[in-house]
Every structure is written in C-alpha cells, then in structure tokens.
C-alpha cells in the first residue's frame, strides 16, 4: 500500500495545516465568506483546475482526465455551528461562539487534499471529477438542495461520493454500507390553546400544560403502537414552554419537536399519524391546537451497487481489519439531496481516539478529531474518484 506521504510529498502535514486554519476561523452556513475565500486560494495552487463559484459561499474545482470515463461528484461541507468552542489547543476557534463541532473542517482538509493528488496525476484520472465545497450543511434546507435546484452542479453527474468524519468509530476505520444509511429529520410545531385561570379552580380553565403532557405521551403510542418494531421512527419532543408563575394556569403551550423516518411511505404517513393524536387529546380535554409538520432533508439511502465499489475501496486502501459495515443513524444530512439526481453513496471515516480526546459526540463544544483520519479519509475519497471515474457512463 503506497501511503500519501510516498504519493505526494508533505502532504501529510499539509492536511493538517488546512485543517487547523479552518478550525481556528470557523463560519456558520451561508455565511462562509472567508472560508471559501480560502478555499479557492488553496486550490489556486494546484494546476489544471477549473474553479468557479456556484453560488456566494460554495466552491467548485472541476479536473478533467486524461482518459475516457464517468463524471464523478466529491462532496465535502464546509460549514461551522454557533457553539462556544471548549478546547484550549493552539489552533482552537477565534470567532467566539462558533466552532467546526462537526468535523467539517476536517471535510474540507481532505478535499482539498483529494484536488491536489488528482492535479498532480491527471493521466491516472478517468472521465471528470468534480469537487464541491459545500456551504450550509448544518442549516435546513440546506446548501446541498440550493446548489441541486438552482445551479448546474449535477448535470452530466454519472455518480457521487463523500464521507463523514465519526467520532464513535476509531480513527482509521472505513463504514460503508447500501441502501437506507440516515434518516429524514423533520421537524413538528404545536400550539395548544387552552383557556387561563386561577391554579386553584383547573375546573373552570383548560389547562393546556396538563393537555400537552397528555399528548407529548401519546405521541409515543404512535411509535409503540401504531408502526412495526422492524420500520425505524423515532419522535422527540424537545420544547415545551408554558406558563409564568405558580398559581396561574396558562392560556396557551408552545411544543417543538423532531420526526426521524427511513422509509418514504411511513414519512408520508407520519404527519397525519401525529395530527390524530394531538387532536383526539386535545377534543378529548376542551383544547384547540394549531400544528405544523415541515419536512426536513430526504433519507440518505446510498445505492447499492456505489456502495459495493466503495467497500472494494476501503478493502484496498485499509485493508479488511479497518472496514466495517456501516449500521444506519437516525441522523440527517443534506447529502441526500445529490442522491435524488444521481447514483452515489456517502461513508464514514472514525476519527476517535483516546490519544487525541477525540471521542466526544459531535456538536459538543470539546469535538475534535484525529487527524490521523484526515490521511484515511483523503485515501479513500481519492482512491473512490479513480475507480468510480473509470466505469463506463450513464447513458443519455
Ligand atoms: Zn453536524
Ligand atoms: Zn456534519
């Protein structure tokens, strides 16, 4: 196995300095300015790419190879969360309560690393490669769905890649797997209007805090009862706000939540599932409601055949002790908006160690990776462009 170090000198290093100057200037999505500015200064750098803006805060390097072959989409996200950062390393973040929690700093770092292997080798590349820095991951709807609806990034796209760093999988190790890998997050609001009065006489009021308990148990039913043990569906309830002092019923209680599915039909589904039992709860008890149900990103669900040629990859790159079959996440990703163009799969790459404390969740404010995962990482997505490159293209 030759690494990246016989490949590309420095380039070790180099992934790491990109890594550590993005995590230190972190920026939240569609806001991006000085991280796609550095970007583009970076790929600047490396020759027979094209670059482009396709829209404000993204980035898009294109390579063409030198022999016949697919057009091949690399995705990696750029974006930071508004968290107040907690690690006290050098290179810890400078803008205050914003922090690459997520890792995709370190997304970013093996992009640019994948753009310079492929620069400096373009006889080995077959077809086009197409590499996007991609804004707003964090944020709904997302800056996959904007680039897919209202630019030409996927056009002539034959399949598309990407990964992302895990901090539950040690550092080194490849998962991959086909079919349904996250879950659609969407998202439920509910307003429960009841009628105030005096926490001594509940008789004369509707007490929506009473209401709302009633329906945050019920919804579970929904879970239990009404969807098979083997259809994932989680509901959470994460918000619930009412009242303002100890002897006042209030009028009204504001509930906030999110809905995770897998499969298309039971996601269809699952808005009137949810309405039904906050409106049989609320008849039963005297109580209005005003409830929105919004649809957040698609399932991920990788195809079957991209993901095969991912999993010969890993095998071929760290070998079958460092791959593992993926197991699904009830976990979004705005990734899934590329794969309703185009075939494609998105794997994750461990980036937790005990050397490193790298093994807080992501979105905690101590998240950091090791960057041993930046060489994996950048390994596979290269090695995963030249062999999915090299296969015969859609035909139109
Ligand atoms: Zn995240
Ligand atoms: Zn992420």
Same mark, same amino acid.
């Given at each position: 196995?030759?690494?990246?170090?016989? !490949?590309? /000198?420095?380039? !070790?290093?180099?992934? *790491?300095?990109? *890594?550590?100057?993005?995590?230190?200037?972190?920026?939240?999505?569609?806001?991006?300015?000085?991280?796609?500015?550095?970007?583009?200064?970076?790929?600047?750098?490396?020759?027979?790419?094209? $670059?482009?803006?396709?829209?404000?805060?993204?980035?898009?390097?294109?390579?063409?190879?030198?022999?016949?072959?697919? @057009?091949? $989409?690399l995705r990696a996200d750029i974006? /930071?969360?508004?968290?107040?950062?907690?690690?006290?390393?050098?290179?810890?973040?400078?803008?205050?309560?914003?922090?690459?929690?997520?890792?995709?700093?370190?997304?970013?770092?093996?992009?640019?690393?994948? /753009?310079?292997?492929?620069?400096?080798?373009?006889?080995?590349?077959?077809?086009?490669?197409?590499?996007?820095?991609?804004?707003? #991951? =964090?944020?709904?709807?997302?800056?996959?769905?904007?680039?897919?609806?209202?630019?030409?990034?996927?056009?002539?796209?034959?399949?598309?890649?990407?990964?992302?760093?895990?901090?539950?999988?040690?550092?080194?190790?490849?998962?991959?797997?086909?079919?349904?890998?996250?879950? /659609?997050?969407?998202?439920?609001?509910?307003?429960?209007?009841?009628?105030?009065?005096?926490?001594?006489?509940? #008789?004369?009021?509707?007490?929506?805090?009473?209401?709302?308990a009633q329906v945050v148990t019920?919804?579970?039913?929904?879970?239990?009862?009404?969807?098979?043990?083997?259809?994932?569906?989680?509901?959470?309830?994460?918000?619930?706000?009412?009242?303002? @002092?100890?002897?006042?019923?209030?009028?009204?209680? *504001?509930?906030?939540?999110?809905?995770?599915?897998?499969?298309?039909?039971?996601?269809?589904?699952?808005?009137?599932?949810? %309405?039904?039992?906050?409106?049989?709860?609320? %008849?039963?008890?005297?109580? @209005?409601?005003?409830?929105?149900?919004?649809?957040?990103?698609?399932?991920?669900?990788?195809?079957?055949?991209?993901?095969?040629?991912?999993?010969?990859?890993?095998?071929? @790159?760290?070998?079958? #002790?460092?791959?593992?079959?993926?197991?699904?996440?009830?976990?979004?990703?705005?990734?899934?908006? &590329?794969? =309703?163009?185009?075939?494609?799969? &998105?794997?994750?790459?461990?980036?937790?160690?005990?050397?490193?404390?790298?093994?807080?969740?992501?979105?905690?404010?101590?998240?950091?990776?090791?960057?041993?995962?930046?060489?994996?990482?950048?390994?596979?997505? &290269?090695?995963?462009?030249?062999?999915?490159?090299?296969?015969?293209?859609?035909? *139109?």
């Amino acid at each position: 196995m030759t690494t990246l170090e016989d !490949r590309s /000198a420095g380039l !070790r290093e180099q992934l *790491r300095a990109w *890594r550590r100057h993005l995590h230190m200037h972190p920026e939240v999505g569609f806001h991006e300015v000085e991280t796609a500015r550095y970007i583009e200064s970076q790929l600047r750098e490396l020759p027979g790419l094209t $670059l482009s803006r396709p829209t404000e805060t993204s980035v898009l390097a294109v390579l063409k190879g030198q022999k016949p072959g697919r @057009t091949v $989409l690399l995705r990696a996200d750029i974006d /930071a969360l508004p968290i107040q950062e907690e690690n006290t390393f050098e290179f810890a973040s400078k803008n205050p309560g914003v922090m690459h929690a997520c890792g995709h700093d370190g997304h970013t770092a093996i992009l640019l690393g994948v /753009a310079r292997l492929l620069s400096e080798h373009p006889e080995e590349v077959s077809g086009e490669v197409r590499m996007i820095f991609q804004h707003a #991951e =964090e944020i709904g709807p997302g800056g996959a769905e904007e680039l897919v609806m209202q630019t030409g990034l996927m056009d002539g796209v034959d399949v598309v890649t990407g990964l992302h760093l895990n901090s539950q999988l040690p550092a080194g190790v490849v998962a991959v797997k086909p079919g349904a890998f996250m879950a /659609a997050p969407d998202m439920i609001e509910l307003t429960i209007q009841g009628r105030g009065g005096h926490g001594a006489h509940p #008789e004369e009021a509707v007490d929506p805090i009473a209401v709302g308990a009633q329906v945050v148990t019920n919804l579970q039913h929904i879970v239990s009862r009404h969807v098979g043990a083997q259809d994932a569906l989680v509901i959470s309830v994460t918000y619930f706000q009412s009242g303002s @002092t100890h002897n006042v019923i209030p009028d009204t209680a *504001r509930l906030m939540g999110t809905v995770r599915t897998f499969d298309p039909e039971l996601r269809q589904k699952a808005p009137g599932l949810i %309405e039904r039992v906050i409106k049989g709860v609320c %008849e039963a008890h005297g109580a @209005t409601y005003d409830f929105k149900y919004e649809f957040g990103y698609r399932p991920l669900i990788n195809t079957d055949w991209v993901a095969e040629e991912l999993r010969q990859v890993a095998l071929d @790159t760290v070998g079958e #002790e460092r791959f593992r079959v993926a197991k699904p996440t009830m976990g979004g990703e705005d990734f899934s908006a &590329y794969l =309703e163009k185009a075939p494609g799969a &998105y794997f994750n790459v461990g980036s937790g160690s005990e050397e490193a404390d790298s093994r807080w969740p992501h979105h905690h404010p101590r998240f950091t990776i090791d960057e041993e995962s930046l060489e994996t990482g950048a390994q596979m997505l &290269y090695a995963a462009a030249l062999r999915l490159g090299a296969g015969e293209p859609e035909p *139109r």
